[in-house]
């Protein structure tokens, strides 16, 4: 079983930046795909950013230049640097970690005001 924990959500104005963080209950070194994804209040749960297992990564076309995923394996831990934030990326943010079976956390709120 792996455990997800992700923080660093909050309030933060138009144009600002946040650093949210997925750390992992043990090494996601190895097989696993780790991916940040979001929900907005009425709407699906999208794909933001992909780190494949392989070393490549995929971002949504709507972050693209602006966000960055990073991982840190010594700490077990995903980073999404999110930069030049607008509001329409307010949503519940949630880390998400895949192998054979899916694994994901409780989500961390990101609002961005106008």
């Known amino acids: 079983q792996l455990r997800l924990v992700e923080s660093g959500g909050g309030l933060v104005q138009t144009g600002g930046s946040l650093r949210l963080a997925c750390a992992a209950s043990?090494?996601?070194?190895?097989?696993?795909?780790m991916g940040w994804y979001r929900q907005a209040p009425g709407k699906q749960r999208e794909l933001v950013a992909l780190?494949?297992?392989?070393?490549?990564?995929n971002y949504a076309d709507s972050v693209k230049g602006r966000f960055t995923v990073s991982r840190d394996n010594a700490k077990n831990t995903v980073y999404l640097q999110m930069n030049s934030l607008k509001p329409e990326d307010t949503a519940v943010y949630y880390c998400?970690?895949?192998?054979?079976?899916?694994?994901w956390g409780q989500g961390t709120q990101v609002t961005v005001s106008s």
């Open positions: 998400n970690a895949r192998t054979v079976s899916t694994y």
């Open positions: 043990r090494s996601i070194l190895g097989d696993y795909s």
């Open positions: 780190w494949h297992s392989g070393g490549s990564t």
